[in-house]
């Protein structure tokens, strides 16, 4: 098996951006090997003009071998479901035995919500902002494996036009609707790649050609993220236009990008750009704001989404539920399960027997109680320093919910210091005489509708009508059976209603990935962030370092600027 970490990226356009440890080999005859979509080898050997010790080791960097793949009626198919599996290996790629970057960036990066018991690779510094570390450096801070994902992109989107109809309708009846398709999906998954990357570093090197000549291919600089985000909205566009609603098939639900999937996106890149185009302003561009506001009321009109039945919430994270958008295929159905899931480190030997009876990672108690509360009453003597005397009166406290249905499903062991969490819990043993061979099937969610829906709140406050924020978020609340005490009363003030919105999307979305850019977007990161300062915070201190290793063949590339000088 080819060692992931080492080697070449297959793709032209990316081979003057990602790392190599010897670059002088760019050309070197390597092979990305996806089990999970074989007949994308072909395409992977064939259009990144790379050769393979095992695969036409002595095909010439100018052969035809891309016009033989591209007269395959199933080329398009292949070279899709080969962008998926590009995608799901770039957001689940991680240390091993830790857990995926995609919840990396976005769960543990504020030091709320995960705690960890054990771990060979200093990651409680993460939630404490110290992110210099090689290891984080080299991994996380490595942005390869998503200039993969859109350099298959780019790929597809190049060729996809050319292959004629003539070869398509001997495997389609709609040689044309079937091009739209793939190829909406492709301006998709480089959309959500790119959205992916400006999120985590800002500015990010912009591809949007795939090039023939890997030697030639020019050397790429950062580009602004504002040029950055104005791709992602253009490639949305795009692929809206080819996509349609609905999906042909049950298997296609949620794990096939969509209409529904890019508006999804593009609500959130409007919402991000609102309010990170300007670091040093708390004031959100209400431009994007109310075109996110449009985009959100389309997709809720259109799309033909439901939320799940709150009596089944478990099967919403197993996948293709009523309520998802967009979610990767991690499932044991089709032997797509994860034996590296950050999921399974939450777990113990009540759950998969081979495992420790301490879990290597738990949820913080101060997650629990800040997030499920609700309000307890008693008559008591209270002090009074004005008046100097004891008064009996009514005194408020807070206590755990533990009616709402996301706390009973999602967490076990909650007295106890270190919460168990069982979100993703769903595990198949593929030796279940012995309980051996644990993989988990729980599908990676990215966008589903309680996520959107929640959306409409912040915008009502950034549009000043917390009254319709309120609304938003007791339905929430009173949805999932939370206790009637946590339900916000009328009158409060507009910064009152944002923080209690954080609380609300950090009990709907807890190990979703979206938290921590909650928090940016919502400047509430003081609440629940200890080490982002607001001096951090205006320098651009939340985007995350790039692998020094990066800089080696590419003159043109520099540091995240607040990390310059600190690693």
């Not at 300007?278 to 996110?292: E, G, Q, Y």
């Not at 950090?506 to 940016?520: A, N």
Request: hydrophobic share 40%; aromatic share 14%.
């Amino acid at each position: 098996m080819v060692n992931m970490r080492a080697m070449v990226i297959q793709s032209p356009e990316s081979s003057r951006l990602v790392w190599s440890y010897n670059f002088n080999q760019r050309i070197m005859k390597t092979l990305f090997i996806i089990n999970y979509w074989k007949l994308v080898l072909l395409l992977a050997i064939g259009l990144s003009c790379v050769s393979c010790n095992k695969f036409l080791e002595e095909e010439p960097r100018n052969s035809t071998y891309k016009e033989v793949y591209w007269k395959d009626p199933k080329a398009g198919e292949s070279a899709i479901a080969g962008n998926y599996a590009l995608l799901r290996n770039a957001l689940m790629d991680g240390f091993y035995g830790v857990g995926n970057r995609y919840y990396i960036y976005g769960d543990m990066t504020p030091d709320i919500y995960i705690g960890i018991n054990r771990d060979s690779y200093s990651h409680p510094e993460i939630g404490k902002g110290n992110w210099t570390s090689n290891y984080f450096a080299q991994s996380y801070g490595n942005w390869t494996v998503f200039y993969k994902t859109i350099a298959m992109s780019n790929i597809i989107l190049k060729e996809m036009p050319l292959v004629s109809n003539d070869i398509l309708i001997l495997e389609q009846t709609d040689p044309e609707a079937f091009r739209k398709k793939i190829m909406g999906q492709a301006y998709f998954i480089r959309a959500f790649s790119y959205f992916m990357l400006t999120r985590i570093w800002g500015d990010v090197p912009l591809v949007t050609e795939a090039y023939d000549d890997p030697i030639n291919a020019p050397h790429l600089g950062r580009t602004p993220r504002i040029a950055v985000m104005k791709q992602i909205e253009e490639d949305c566009r795009h692929a809206i236009g080819l996509l349609s609603w609905g999906y042909k098939t049950t298997a296609e639900r949620a794990v096939t990008a969509n209409r529904g999937s890019a508006y999804a996106l593009m609500a959130h890149l409007y919402l991000w750009r609102a309010t990170t185009a300007d670091l040093a302003s708390n004031t959100p561009i209400m431009d994007d704001v109310t075109r996110a506001d449009t985009t959100i009321n389309t997709l809720l009109a259109q799309g033909g989404y439901t939320l799940a039945d709150t009596a089944k919430y478990a099967d919403v994270f197993k996948g293709r539920s009523s309520e998802g958008i967009f979610e990767l295929n991690v499932s044991e159905n089709t032997l797509e399960g994860s034996s590296a899931h950050i999921g399974m480190k939450f777990l113990n030997s009540d759950y998969i027997p081979t495992y420790a009876a301490t879990a290597d990672f738990f949820t913080k108690p101060a997650y629990l109680s800040s997030h499920f509360y609700k309000i307890e009453e008693k008559e008591d003597w209270v002090w009074h320093e004005d008046i100097r005397q004891w008064v009996w009166e009514t005194v408020q406290s807070r206590g755990l919910d533990t009616l709402d249905v996301r706390f009973k499903n999602n967490f076990v062991n909650y007295t106890s210091d270190k919460p168990v969490c069982i979100k993703y819990s769903n595990i198949v043993f593929r030796n279940p005489g012995q309980q051996l061979e644990p993989y988990n099937s729980n599908n990676l969610i990215l966008f589903r509708l309680s996520d959107i829906k929640l959306l409409q709140a912040e915008i009502a406050l950034y549009q000043n009508n917390p009254g319709r924020a309120i609304t938003i978020i007791n339905a929430s609340r009173a949805r999932y059976g939370a206790d009637p005490s946590s339900l916000l009363k009328p009158g409060l003030t507009k910064t009152e209603v944002m923080k209690e919105y954080i609380i609300e999307r950090g009990k709907e979305l807890y190990l979703e990935g979206h938290l921590f850019f909650d928090m940016i977007r919502t400047r509430t990161y003081s609440d629940h962030i200890t080490w982002l300062s607001e001096a951090r915070f205006k320098q651009g201190g939340f985007f995350w370092p790039v692998d020094p290793r990066l800089f080696s063949e590419n003159r043109l590339l520099v540091q995240t600027a607040y990390w310059r000088g600190k690693i």
